[in-house]
Structures are given as C-alpha cells and as structure tokens.
C-alpha cells in the first residue's frame, strides 16, 4: 500500500506540473455540451425522447464519454515512460510491481474523478438537476468503469510500445463504443440491429445507469446491471494490466 501511495503521489505531482494531461480528457466533451447539447432541444420533444430535456439526458453520457476518452488513452502517459527509461530503473528498486500497477490506476482514477466533477459543475451551468446521492453513487462507476479503460490502455501500451499502434487500436475500439452507447442520441430512435448490437456494448449499460443516477432512479435495474458487468471487465482487465507490468519490470 506504501508503495502505490508514492507511486500515485508521483504521478500526481507530475499531472499537476503538467495540467495538459489534467483537462484535455475533458476538452471534447465540454465542445459537445457547449455546440451539440442545444441541437438535442429541437428533438427532446419528439415522442420516443427518454428524457424531459435535452441536458437531463446529454450530461450523464457526457460523464462515460469522458472516461471512455480520458482513461482510454492513459496508456500514451505509460508509453513516455517505456521510451524515458523509466520502467527500466525501477527493475534495479525493491518496489513491489503489484504496487506500481496499482500506483497508476490510483492516479487515473483520482484524474477522472477531478474530471467528472468540473463536468458537472459545467453542465449545472446548462441546467442540469442533479440527484446528489445517484451522483455519488456515479462517480463510484465512473472510477470502476475508468479502471477497466486505464487498465486495457496501459496494457496495449506495454504490448504494443509504439504511439501510432496504440493510437490506431484506441480509436478503432472507441468510436463504435462511443456510438452504440447511446451518448449521442437513443438507441432506441435507431434500427432494431442496432438496437441488438448496443446490448454487446458494456458502455450502453454505463450510459443507461449514469442518467439514472443523475435523475435519482436509484430503483433502476440498469444501475446493478452496469456495477456487475464493470466489476467483471475491470477484474479481468487489471489482472491482465498487472502480468504485463510484471513481465515488463521483471
């Protein structure tokens, strides 16, 4: 625990030296609610709509594009650290590689939960009614969900060490999520293949329990349906992310 502490600690204090990393996760999501956000008005209305608002049913898929974005691409900050040598020093050091795996993914998770909040805090700004007690149990996803990315991410970047191979891979996988989730409009204004295709999709079940949660529907069967699905894929993920970093610190 000592060593992921100082592990994470450092990689804060270098986020904070570098706030680039800090905000550009959150950069495009801010664009859609600022440009995309008012086109949904002119729709919110139409029968079918599975919101009374526009913002009401935009904000909490921003949250998940936010981690799909941010925690999807940590594994180009693990890459600098390949090519810098970084990793290759600390094989010389006693530190445990469990807790270096676990040192990144705390650093991760405490970025998207900064994150997570000034995306709220902006889209309060836009309207937004929000259930305290379903936006604490969000953010509680939104680290689980962002674990399962981080860890996928830092693993393609440990197998694959070269920036264009790992960027060619993130957005290939990211956009189709991305879209099937529901995000951007109703899976249900779309065709009944894709309707079919969005149930494959474990962010379409992240998206469903975000607006929940912000809604207050804490009854919701899509809220234990997104924990269970995310607490399996961010177990699998991260045992994979730690053999890698093992193999790779040996």
């Given at each position: 625990?000592?060593?992921a502490?100082?592990?994470?600690?450092n990689?804060?204090?270098?986020?904070?030296?570098n706030?680039y990393?800090?905000?550009?996760g959150i950069?495009q999501?801010?664009?859609?609610l600022v440009?995309f956000?008012?086109?949904?008005?002119?729709v919110?209305?139409v029968?079918?709509f599975?919101?009374k608002n526009?913002?009401?049913f935009f904000?909490p898929?921003?949250?998940?594009?936010n981690v799909?974005?941010?925690a999807?691409?940590?594994?180009?900050?693990?890459?600098?650290k390949?090519?810098?040598?970084f990793?290759?020093?600390?094989r010389?050091?006693p530190i445990s590689?469990l807790?270096?795996a676990?040192?990144?993914i705390?650093q991760?998770?405490?970025?998207?939960?900064?994150?997570?909040?000034?995306?709220?805090?902006c889209s309060?700004l836009f309207?937004?009614?929000?259930?305290v007690?379903g936006?604490?149990?969000?953010?509680?996803l939104?680290?689980?969900?962002?674990?399962?990315?981080?860890s996928?991410s830092?693993?393609?970047?440990l197998?694959?060490?070269?920036?264009?191979?790992?960027?060619?891979?993130?957005?290939t996988?990211i956009?189709?999520?991305?879209?099937?989730?529901?995000?951007m409009?109703?899976?249900?204004?779309?065709?009944?293949?894709?309707?079919t295709?969005?149930?494959l999709?474990?962010?379409f079940y992240a998206?469903?329990a975000?607006?929940?949660l912000?809604?207050?529907l804490?009854?919701?069967?899509?809220?234990?349906?997104a924990?269970?699905?995310?607490?399996?894929l961010?177990?699998?993920?991260l045992a994979?992310?730690?053999r890698s970093?093992r193999?790779?610190?040996?």
């Amino acid at each position: 625990m000592r060593d992921a502490y100082l592990i994470a600690k450092n990689e804060l204090l270098v986020t904070v030296r570098n706030p680039y990393w800090l905000f550009h996760g959150i950069v495009q999501p801010i664009i859609y609610l600022v440009l995309f956000a008012p086109l949904l008005n002119g729709v919110s209305h139409v029968p079918g709509f599975p919101a009374k608002n526009a913002i009401q049913f935009f904000a909490p898929g921003l949250l998940i594009m936010n981690v799909l974005f941010s925690a999807g691409f940590e594994g180009f900050t693990l890459q600098d650290k390949v090519e810098s040598g970084f990793l290759e020093r600390l094989r010389v050091t006693p530190i445990s590689r469990l807790a270096l795996a676990w040192g990144f993914i705390l650093q991760s998770s405490a970025t998207l939960i900064f994150q997570s909040l000034i995306l709220i805090a902006c889209s309060l700004l836009f309207g937004l009614r929000l259930d305290v007690l379903g936006a604490a149990i969000l953010l509680l996803l939104i680290v689980l969900i962002g674990v399962m990315m981080a860890s996928v991410s830092f693993t393609l970047a440990l197998m694959t060490r070269e920036g264009g191979i790992l960027a060619g891979i993130t957005n290939t996988f990211i956009l189709p999520l991305l879209i099937l989730s529901g995000v951007m409009l109703p899976i249900g204004f779309g065709p009944p293949v894709i309707q079919t295709i969005s149930h494959l999709d474990p962010f379409f079940y992240a998206v469903n329990a975000a607006r929940a949660l912000v809604n207050g529907l804490l009854t919701s069967v899509s809220i234990p349906e997104a924990f269970a699905v995310f607490a399996v894929l961010s177990a699998i993920t991260l045992a994979l992310f730690i053999r890698s970093m093992r193999e790779a610190v040996a």
